[in-house]
């Protein structure tokens, strides 16, 4: 089976397209909120912050991690964790508001065994899932069809998250 189909049925397959070629790393480019839009970062909140997936599985795919470089949830310090969790939450609603989505996957690759293709800085992928969505990649493989272009996708989502996130407050 060729890479490219193998990531259809497992959308933290397509990880690797993160690593930098020349082998930076592209979640710790962050540094600048004027360039937010560019980098396609959606939401930035105290530890954490909330990235569209640039090479997405399906509409929607987007990314959470934290600030720092670390590899793993238990080098974390506990507020980071709990940011995390609490701004995987913020997602995970928000792509069900925008999307009308029928599941999502939430996925964590530690280590590259594991299938992170950038394994020294924690990601969460979150992805909306449809019913049939599976087979209807498997059927155009390499030729996926992202129908919702980028701009209209970071609008949407986030200001869902602003949206979400200020009512919590
Ligand atoms: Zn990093």
């Known amino acids: 089976m060729s890479e490219e189909k193998h990531y259809l049925y497992s959308p933290w397959r397509l990880d690797y397209i993160l690593t930098e070629k020349d082998g930076s790393c592209f979640l710790c480019d962050h540094q600048n909120p004027e360039q937010d839009r560019d980098k396609l970062i959606l939401y930035r909140s105290k530890h954490s912050f ?3 997936n640039r090479y997405p599985y399906n ?3 987007i990314m959470l991690c934290p600030y720092e470089h670390k590899c793993c949830l238990a080098s974390l310090k506990d507020e980071v964790r709990q940011d995390l ?5 913020a997602c995970e609603q928000a792509i069900k508001n925008v999307y009308q989505c029928d599941g999502i996957n939430i996925g964590l690759n530690e280590g590259k065994a594991a299938g992170a293709g950038l394994d020294e800085h924690l990601h969460f992928h979150i992805v909306p899932r449809w019913f049939g969505d599976n087979s209807f990649m498997t059927v155009v493989a390499s030729e996926r069809v992202i129908p919702e272009s980028f701009e209209r996708s970071y609008d949407r989502i986030s200001a869902e998250l602003r949206s979400l ?3 919590r407050d």
Request: proline share 0%.
């Open 50 to 52: 909330v990235i569209m």
């Open 85 to 89: 969790i609490s701004m995987l939450a």
């Open 165 to 167: 996130l200020s009512e």
């Open 59 to 61: 509409n929607g795919h």
